[in-house]
């Protein structure tokens, strides 16, 4: 950061001229890619990349802005491609302007509220786009900023990579620890092993909810808080209708503690441990349970089918290596608060706030 006061100091100690960004990049819009074959040439859209081909529409480093659809996605491009219509590529001046510079004042505008459509699919015209104002320091101060935030961006990545490495790794234990042969393990349906408290469930619309402090559950997690609650102590949730059922976007088993209201979403199982219940949500989690849902337009887990789920019950000793390993890992794939993700979180956090301290210049008066 002191170098790049330093230069500030010097190149520019009575601030930054502002241009429009017609005045420092030409912007050029997309082709169709149908008439192309095959080929080694990403081609770019306003969701990211489409397909390959094997020609290219320019070979330049350029920042592609939405043109339609996600108009929130910019893109920072090095490499020869082809873009389509939803999206703009840019030939940057680059007398005036570093393109990767340009790509990340692009990104700290926050090009989305920009939008000129009002039907359900934003839009992002040429002309809006051109006349957006934006910072132009002296070169040198452009190369010290785009050093710095690219420390940022290039540490977030090797964070994220390592993240789908330890979630791949956390899938192969959790299937090998979890898949039983033979008669290495009694098998038993969830009503063997669990007490169901589904009858317990009271719904309530949400015009009749008195908001509160305890958590009111659905099929996939807490819809709302309310006033009072229905169930007190350790329980675990299983899904009972929703889509999410066939996505998985999020567990469908999922374990609730301590004063809570559950709607009728919901199944609500009671164990005798909890190590047992946490053996149980893994497993329910990493199954497919296609097979046990009704074929009605929403996807629904009964009551009865959900006790027909055959369950594999180690003893004791190994139910508790295995939620002890599965735990350890989903700590660190998924916790929100101690994980990778956490740690993830708090540097794309740091890294908008120093984008942002940056890219803000005194303006230069002329």
């Given amino acids: 950061m002191s170098k790049l006061k330093e230069l500030m100091a010097e190149l520019c100690p009575d601030g930054v001229e502002y241009k429009a960004v017609k005045d420092v990049a030409v912007i050029k819009p997309g082709k169709d890619y149908k008439h192309l074959g095959e080929g080694n040439f990403p081609v770019y859209g306003s969701g990211g990349i489409m397909t390959y081909v094997n020609q290219f529409v320019y070979d330049k480093p350029t920042v592609l802005l939405p043109r339609k659809g996600s108009i929130s996605n910019v893109f920072y491009v090095d490499i020869p491609f082809w873009n389509v219509d939803t999206i703009y590529y840019t030939e940057i001046d680059e007398k005036q302007m570093i393109p990767r510079f340009f790509y990340y004042v692009i990104c700290n505008e926050h090009i989305e509220k920009y939008n000129t459509s009002n039907a359900a699919r934003p839009a992002l015209t040429k002309d809006v786009l051109n006349k957006i104002i934006i910072p132009v320091p002296p070169l040198p101060v452009q190369r010290e900023i785009v050093r710095i935030l690219d420390n940022f961006t290039e540490l977030t990545a090797e964070l994220t990579a390592e993240l789908t490495a330890r979630k791949k790794q956390y899938e192969y234990y959790r299937d090998r620890l979890l898949t039983f042969t033979g008669g290495r393990v009694e098998w038993k349906t969830l009503n063997e092993i669990s007490k169901n408290l589904d009858s317990q469930r009271k719904p309530v619309k949400q015009q009749n909810r008195n908001c509160g402090s305890f958590p009111y559950y659905g099929a996939s997690g807490i819809v709302d808080y309310v006033d009072s609650f229905i169930f007190d102590g350790d329980y675990l949730l299983v899904s009972e209708d929703g889509a999410n059922l066939l996505s ?37 989690n990493s199954i497919d349970l296609r097979k046990y849902l009704s074929t009605a337009a929403q996807p629904k887990l009964t009551k009865d089918n959900l006790n027909k789920i055959p369950i594999p019950v180690p003893d004791a000793g190994r139910i508790h290596y295995i939620v002890s390993i599965l735990d350890h890992f989903d700590t660190l794939t998924n916790d929100l608060a101690s994980g990778l993700p956490a740690e993830i979180a708090a540097r794309e956090k740091q890294y908008a706030y120093y984008r942002d301290k940056l890219l803000s210049f005194p303006r230069k008066e002329t």
């Fill in 248 to 284: 998985r976007s999020t567990p469908i088993a999922f374990p609730v503690k301590g004063k809570v209201w559950i709607n009728n979403h919901a199944h609500v199982l009671k164990f005798e441990s909890m190590n047992l219940q946490r053996f149980v949500e893994f497993y329910l």
